[in-house]
């Protein structure tokens, strides 16, 4: 395997101005792929860090080919004009990979509607319409993956009810790209979805799921990024139809130490996957 595998290949990927997204586009850059970016962050946010104008130069940095288009994935004609970027610049698509999401993991009575509506467009129709207008570039493209950062279909009572809203915007992920899978099978275009062990430290996290204290004792956005680098370069007829668990697929790489990558002790913080 050469130390640049994914020269010459193109990944478009939905939301990617920060943590795992941003992390698997720079993962992706340094093995030589081309970026393209749909993400909203124009100008930066003091909330957040990061646009998508930062996270093309880092993707550069790294030593990719970067394009950012500014828009909102919910959006048909901004995911249209995404997709035609990316072929205008680049020539095709090998790679779409389904990152962006809103995250609101709260119980049904305290989710507003306004909250769960934008999950669900997100997650489900923004995933649909990135992929949808992608399909006809990864039917001409030699290695095709479809990715979504979504998680195994846990339908143990704990999950269910944990937060019913976040996860059926979250399993809808996962079920539509099982169902490309199988659509898409004698096409050779590979379908699966990726999800972390444990927490990862992003914004997201930070802001909403425990502060300082999980941030501590999450993973770093990079075990992401090198298990779904991993996944992509797969061939894609003996590589579809899963449900991937980032530690699962880097031992599969021989890796095995996972310190790399930080978190505590007490580092199983999963969601939707058993101990």
């Not at 093995?31 to 550069?60: F, Q, S, Y």
């Not at 509607?113 to 570039?137: E, N, S, W, Y």
């Not at 997201?204 to 090198?226: C, F, H, K, W, Y």
């Amino acid at each position: 395997m050469t130390s640049r595998p994914l020269a010459g290949r193109t990944l478009l990927m939905s939301g990617g101005s920060r943590g795992i997204g941003l992390a698997i586009g720079v993962a992706a850059g340094r093995l030589g792929a081309n970026v393209a970016l749909l993400a909203k962050t124009d100008t930066p946010d003091p909330r957040l860090p990061g646009t998508v104008h930062t996270a093309a130069a880092e993707i550069e940095a790294a030593g990719g080919q970067a394009l950012a288009v500014v828009g909102d994935v919910r959006d048909e004609a901004a995911v249209q004009r995404a997709v035609d970027e990316t072929v205008a610049r680049f020539g095709g698509i090998d790679f779409c990979v389904n990152n962006a999401s809103a995250l609101a993991p709260l119980k049904t009575e305290e989710l507003p509607v306004k909250r769960f509506d934008l999950m669900q467009q997100i997650q489900l129709r923004g995933t649909f319409l990135l992929t949808r207008a992608a399909i006809p570039h990864l039917r001409r493209s030699p290695h095709p993956h479809i990715l979504s950062l979504s998680p195994p279909v846990n339908l143990a009572p704990h999950w269910m009810g944990l937060h019913p809203a976040y996860t059926l915007a979250k399993y809808g992920m996962t079920l539509l790209t099982l169902g490309w899978a199988a659509e898409l099978a004698e096409a050779g275009i590979a379908a699966n979805a990726l999800w972390p062990r444990t927490l990862i430290a992003t914004a997201a996290v930070r802001n909403m799921l425990g502060g300082d204290a999980s941030m501590q004792r999450a993973r770093s956005p990079e075990i992401m990024a090198d298990a779904a680098v991993a996944i992509l370069q797969r061939p894609p007829r003996d590589c579809t139809g899963q449900t991937f668990i980032d530690e699962d697929v880097l031992r599969a790489e021989g890796i095995t130490d996972f310190s790399r990558y930080g978190g505590g002790s007490d580092v199983l913080l999963d969601l939707y996957v058993d101990p």
